[in-house]
């Protein structure tokens, strides 16, 4: 859906007001830490603010591949900021209310 939204379970997360979003591949790496967030992090009992950090370390030493457990990753993916991050996290949750 280009730079400004992307679907996941059947709901669209819109990102258009997200003004720090350049291009496609940042909402891409949005989307597959959102998809890896859902699976193994959100428990509800870890801070949204410790699992961005741990995510962010985890890429800083293992790159964006270690967000994704099929054998197909896009080549087309940029780092998001922190801040674009919790935005996308915060659009997903509204959501999910």
Aim: with cysteine; hydrophobic share 35%.
């Amino acid at each position: 859906m280009g730079k400004d939204a992307f679907s996941i379970n059947k709901e669209t997360v819109d990102l258009r007001y997200v003004e720090q979003l350049v291009d496609s591949e940042q909402t891409t790496a949005l989307a597959y830490l959102l998809k890896y967030m859902e699976l193994h992090c959100f428990n509800g009992r870890t801070e949204l603010k410790d699992i961005i950090q741990k995510l962010s370390d985890q890429i800083q030493e293992k790159g964006l591949i270690s967000i994704n457990e099929g054998a197909y990753l896009s080549s087309n993916l940029a780092m998001p900021r922190p801040q674009e991050i919790y935005a996308c996290v915060n659009r997903y949750r509204e959501l999910m209310l």
